[in-house]
C-alpha cells in the first residue's frame, strides 16, 4: 500500500508521528507521547500544542484522542489551499509592478505595441477560450465581490461545468457573490438546480423579468463585457478603466434593485420574515468565527445546511455581502 508523508498538509515529521501515535492509542495520556515518539521531548510538547491548536487533538493530558482522518486532512488541505490561494492572489496582482517599472523606462519600445493585460485599460479577447482563461483567472484571484448579470434562459451543461467550480470556489474563499439572471431560467430545471446549489454555498441570487445585457465584474476593479451584445461567443472585453468600471457597477445594482430574490420566485418566503432561531445561531457565528467550516460544527450542522442559513441571512437582511449583512442585524438588534 502506497504511503504519503502529511507534509504535504503542512505537518512536520514530529508532529505526523505524535497524530500517528494517537490515532492508534485513543485515550492514552499524553505523557505517553515522548516515549513513542523518536525525537526530543521538547519537539514532542511543541507537536502536541500545534496538533490542538489546529483541532487535530482532544482531550486533556490524562487522556488524548486524535480527530478522525477524513475531518483531519479536509481541515489541513483547507488551511493549505487558503494560504496557497493567498500567496497566488499576491503574486497575480502585478498591476501596480507593472505600472511603476513603466514609469522608469520607455514603454512601450518603438515600434512595439503594448501586451495584452500589462495594465491597460481596455483589451479585447476575440475567442472564447481566451475569455475563460480570464474568468479562470479573475474568479481564482478575487478577494471580496464578483457581480454576474446572465440574460441566458438556459444555461448550457457546458456553462454549469465551468462556473459551478469556480463560484464554489471563491465562495469558500469568503467572496461574495450576487448574481442576476432571468425569471425564465427558473423554469429550466437543470438551471434552476445550478442556481439551488450555488444558494446553499451563500451566493445571493435574483431574478429580472428583463434582463439583456451579460457583464461579469471582480472585484469592482475588472469587468468583462461582450464584443457583441447579440452574441458572447464572440469574444469580449477586458475593461480595467476606473470610471468604467464604476459605471457598470452602478448599472448592475440598478438591475439588482430592480430584481426579485429567487425565493420569493419559487415561493419560499419573503424577505420581511423573522429569522429562526437556527438562523440566529448562525447570524451569531458568521459575526464571530471567521471560517465556516468552524461555524457549521460550533452550530452542530452540516457545512452545506451552515451555508444555506448564511444565504438565506443574507436575502432577509437584504445585504450583498457578510460584513453589511453583520452591521443591519446589529441595527435590527438580531445579535
Not at 445550478?194 to 429580472?208: D, F, S, Y
Request: glycine fraction near 8%; include cysteine; hydrophobic fraction near 40%.
Amino acid at each position: 500500500m502506497e504511503t504519503r508523508t502529511m507534509s504535504v498538509l503542512g505537518l512536520n515529521g514530529v508532529e505526523e508521528d505524535v497524530y500517528r501515535h494517537f490515532l492508534r492509542n485513543p485515550g492514552s495520556p499524553e505523557a505517553t507521547a515522548r516515549p513513542a515518539v523518536p525525537r526530543g521531548g521538547a519537539e514532542v510538547d511543541a507537536a502536541v500544542a500545534r496538533l490542538r491548536g489546529l483541532g487535530l487533538l482532544h482531550g486533556d493530558g490524562d487522556g488524548v484522542w486524535a480527530a478522525d482522518p477524513a475531518a483531519a486532512v479536509a481541515r489541513l488541505s483547507e488551511d493549505r489551499l487558503e494560504r496557497v490561494h493567498s500567496t497566488i492572489r499576491e503574486i497575480a496582482d502585478i498591476g501596480p509592478i507593472m505600472r511603476s517599472l513603466q514609469q522608469d523606462g520607455p514603454y512601450p519600445p518603438r515600434g512595439r505595441a503594448p501586451a495584452a493585460g500589462a495594465g491597460g485599460a481596455l483589451v479585447r479577447l476575440e475567442t472564447l477560450p481566451l475569455v475563460r482563461t480570464h474568468i479562470d483567472q479573475l474568479a481564482f484571484t478575487a478577494r471580496t465581490e464578483i457581480l454576474a448579470s446572465e440574460p441566458y434562459d438556459v444555461l448550457s451543461p457546458e456553462n454549469i461545468r465551468h462556473a459551478r467550480p469556480l463560484d464554489l470556489r471563491c465562495l469558500r474563499r469568503g467572496v461574495a457573490l450576487r448574481n442576476l439572471v432571468r425569471a425564465d431560467a427558473a423554469g429550466d430545471a437543470a438551471t434552476l438546480e445550478h442556481l439551488r446549489v450555488l444558494r446553499a454555498a451563500g451566493a445571493q441570487v435574483r431574478v429580472a423579468d428583463r434582463l439583456s445585457d451579460l457583464m461579469l465584474v471582480y472585484d469592482r476593479r475588472t469587468a468583462l463585457v461582450p464584443l457583441d451584445p447579440r452574441d458572447s461567443g464572440r469574444g469580449a472585453f477586458r475593461v480595467e478603466e476606473a470610471s468604467l468600471v464604476e459605471s457598470l457597477v452602478r448599472y448592475f445594482d440598478r438591475l439588482w434593485d430592480d430584481a426579485r430574490d429567487l425565493g420569493e420566485l419559487l415561493g419560499e418566503g419573503s424577505d420581511t420574515a423573522a429569522p429562526t432561531e437556527a438562523q440566529l445561531r448562525v447570524l451569531e457565528l458568521m459575526c464571530t468565527v471567521s471560517k465556516d467550516e468552524t461555524g457549521a460544527r460550533r452550530a452542530g450542522m452540516s457545512l452545506r445546511t451552515y451555508r444555506r442559513h448564511i444565504s438565506d441571512l443574507l436575502t432577509l437582511l437584504q445585504a450583498n455581502n457578510r460584513a453589511r449583512a453583520a452591521l443591519e442585524a446589529r441595527e435590527r438588534g438580531w445579535v
